[in-house]
């Protein structure tokens, strides 16, 4: 009785929630049927993703050609913009491997987030997991159903989650030769009619370009055929552990040991070759770029002298001009200095030096006293002057004294139209000369 009771109570309580659920839907539906509203869910505008993430993805992608492949992609999310930058990868060692499906664990995905925080260290960005990539080998590059609706169960954790597919090994029927595609999509869910339906949404895709492959692209590549290895390796251990005769277990190693070479074979020959070719490109462009480096160091110090030069000319040119006028000051202050010039009424002096009688030189200052004194001696109709010259000189003895070879500055003549005439002529540091006077107001007698 007892236990009825209590599966009773528990059959109700399950009707109970079945009938709120089915009443909710019931609800939403009518909702929407009746504003016909689509919930489209398309969270970024388009994706940027660089091209050593892109290297990276489609080495991995092209490393087998009957097994589908897959990895996370690093980055960050503007959410103003609604624009996705991919700026790092993570490569996963998948669970399942098959040409039409590939799964990873759990696991790798808790792995995946902690690889993703220490590159956000690394990198100082915050920077965490925002999409996921697949290769579809010999097959198209358009998501399936069931790819989409994995994207789907990641975008209810976060909106922004893209996913990318890579088609490897796919041949056009048209020409010789395989194509590579990519694609970049998000799953959208349309309500309408009462009808749910999940369907891709295709995101445009933009390559930035990168001078060099950064440090975290060359780990991840550098680490891909590690993880290749270890699949290998844990699909041989599985073999292992279920007893199997000796042809079989044989079988076993020959494929294992087959698969190794060709990993060695197709991922680390070619890796090793373009490593060795890149470090060969980077030394030459290192090489061109010390010569440019000459070049323009080498044209930088030919502009520098030609800086300093013209620098140095208008030195000059600015320095001319105040010795100019310091020199013209100097010259009106000497003018104004020197004192004014009086007239003398005099005769112009003769150009004959034997008519002018000698004086001595004074070195400071010299005081030239004539006296002309009128004789009483009378004969005929004429008389004679004499004229005595008297040079008085103050300055210190011993002195050897020069010919005066300048003009008097300043002289001072008194003249008495009957007796005596008193000249005085007075000149500082000025050298002595012949000096010649001839007055012409002095009377003659007959």
């Given amino acids: 009785m007892y236990k009825s009771v209590v599966r009773f109570r528990l059959f109700q309580n399950l009707f109970i929630r079945f009938q709120l659920r089915f009443l909710f839907w019931i609800a939403y539906l009518v909702f929407v049927s009746c504003f016909g509203l689509n919930k489209v869910l398309m969270a970024l505008k388009h994706v940027n993703l660089s091209t050593d993430v892109y290297f990276v993805c489609l080495n991995h992608a092209m490393s087998t050609d009957g097994e589908e492949i897959v990895g996370l992609l690093v980055?960050?999310?503007?959410e103003v913009n609604k624009v996705a930058h991919v700026s790092a990868v993570v490569i996963?060692?998948?669970?399942?491997?098959?040409?039409?499906?590939?799964e990873i664990s759990p696991e790798q995905l808790s792995n995946a987030s902690t690889e993703a925080e220490r590159l956000a260290c690394i990198l100082k960005r915050p920077i965490r997991v925002i999409g996921w990539y697949h290769s579809h080998p010999k097959l198209?590059?358009?998501?399936?159903?069931?790819?989409?609706?994995?994207?789907?169960?990641?975008?209810?954790?976060?909106?922004?989650?893209?996913?990318?597919i890579f088609s490897v090994f796919n041949e056009d029927p048209n020409k010789k030769?395989?194509?590579?595609?990519?694609?970049?999509?998000?799953?959208q869910t349309l309500i309408d009619d009462c009808n749910i339906e999940k369907k891709r949404l295709d995101i445009p895709v933009h390559l930035v370009p990168s001078s060099c492959i950064s440090n975290v692209c060359m780990n991840a590549l550098i680490q891909l055929p590690r993880f290749l290895c270890q699949e290998e390796q844990l699909?041989?251990?599985?073999?292992?552990?279920?007893?199997?005769?000796y042809l079989t277990r044989l079988h076993n190693s020959s494929v294992y040991i087959k698969s190794m070479g060709q990993i060695a074979e197709v991922i680390c020959g070619p890796l090793l070759k373009m490593l060795e070719e890149r470090i060969i490109n980077n030394e030459i462009k290192r090489k061109k770029l010390q010569e440019r480096k000459k070049d323009l160091m080498a044209r930088l110090e030919q502009m520098r002298k030609e800086v300093d030069k013209m620098k140095t000319q208008e030195m000059n040119v600015n320095v001319q001009p105040s010795i100019d006028s310091?020199?013209?000051?100097s010259k009106l202050t000497e003018e104004n200095d020197m004192p004014p010039i009086c007239p003398v009424e005099s005769n112009p002096l003769p150009q004959n030096k034997k008519d002018v009688p000698e004086c001595e030189e004074t070195s400071c200052s010299e005081t030239v006293e004539k006296q002309t004194n009128k004789p009483n001696k009378v004969s005929g109709d004429s008389s004679s002057l004499t004229v005595y010259e008297s040079v008085t000189s103050e300055s210190d003895g011993g002195i050897p004294k020069e010919p005066l070879s300048q003009e008097l500055h300043s002289s001072s003549v008194s003249q008495s139209p009957n007796t005596e005439e008193n000249v005085t002529v007075k000149s500082s540091n000025i050298p002595a000369e012949n000096v010649s006077v001839k007055s012409s107001n002095i009377p003659s007698e007959k």
Avoid: H
Avoid at 140 to 164: A, E
Avoid at 235 to 245: I, K
């Fill in 75 to 78: 980055g960050e999310v503007d």
């Fill in 92 to 102: 996963l060692r998948r669970s399942d491997k098959r040409k039409d499906r590939v």
């Fill in 140 to 164: 198209t590059v358009w998501p399936s159903p069931i790819d989409v609706n994995t994207q789907d169960s990641y975008q209810l954790m976060d909106d922004s989650f893209i996913g990318v």
């Fill in 177 to 187: 030769g395989g194509r590579i595609q990519m694609t970049c999509f998000q799953s």
């Fill in 235 to 245: 699909a041989y251990q599985m073999t292992n552990q279920v007893p199997l005769d």
């Fill in 326 to 329: 310091s020199a013209t000051t």
